[in-house]
C-alpha cells in the first residue's frame, strides 16, 4: 500500500520560513518524480513544484521561485520543499504526490499517488 505522509506545515509570520517533508512508502521511490501542490481555501489545486526522479530536472511555478526550494533524498525515500520569505498568499494545505511518469508534469492529473496534505498558514 502506497502512503505519502507530509509534515512540517504550520503557523508562520509573513517572511518567515518552513521546511515540508513528505515520506513515502509502498513504492520505488526513485523511480516517482516527486512534485507539490498547494490548495487555498475557495481555489483549485496548483502546481507549485516537481523533481525528477535523481534530482536533476526541477520545475516551479511562477509565484513561488526564488522562494521554495524542492530537493530530495532517495536513500530516505523522503522529498522536501524548504519554504522562505512566505507571504499571507502561501497560505495553503500543501500536498506531495509521486507520479510514475518519467518526465515533469505540472498537471496534477498526471500524478499517480496523493498525500493527505499539511496546513501552511502564514499570517501578515
Known amino acids: 500500500q502506497v502512503q505519502l505522509v507530509e509534515s512540517g506545515g504550520g503557523l508562520v509570520q509573513a517572511g518567515g520560513s518552513l521546511r515540508l517533508s513528505c515520506a513515502a512508502s509502498g513504492l520505488t521511490f526513485s523511480t516517482h518524480t516527486m512534485g507539490w501542490f498547494r490548495q487555498a481555501p475557495g481555489k483549485e489545486r496548483e502546481f507549485v513544484a516537481a523533481?525528477?526522479?535523481?534530482?536533476?530536472?526541477?520545475r516551479y511555478a511562477d509565484s513561488v521561485k526564488g522562494r521554495f526550494t524542492i530537493s530530495r533524498d532517495n536513500a530516505k525515500n523522503t522529498v522536501y520543499l524548504q519554504m522562505n520569505s512566505l507571504k499571507p498568499e502561501d497560505t495553503a494545505v500543501y500536498f506531495c504526490?509521486?507520479?510514475?511518469?518519467?518526465?515533469?508534469?505540472?498537471?496534477?492529473?498526471?500524478?499517480?499517488?496523493w498525500g493527505q496534505g499539511t496546513q501552511v498558514t502564514v499570517s501578515s
Open positions: 523533481i525528477s526522479r535523481g534530482g536533476s530536472t526541477i
Open positions: 504526490a509521486a507520479d510514475l511518469w518519467i518526465g515533469i508534469s505540472r498537471d496534477q492529473s498526471s500524478y499517480d499517488y
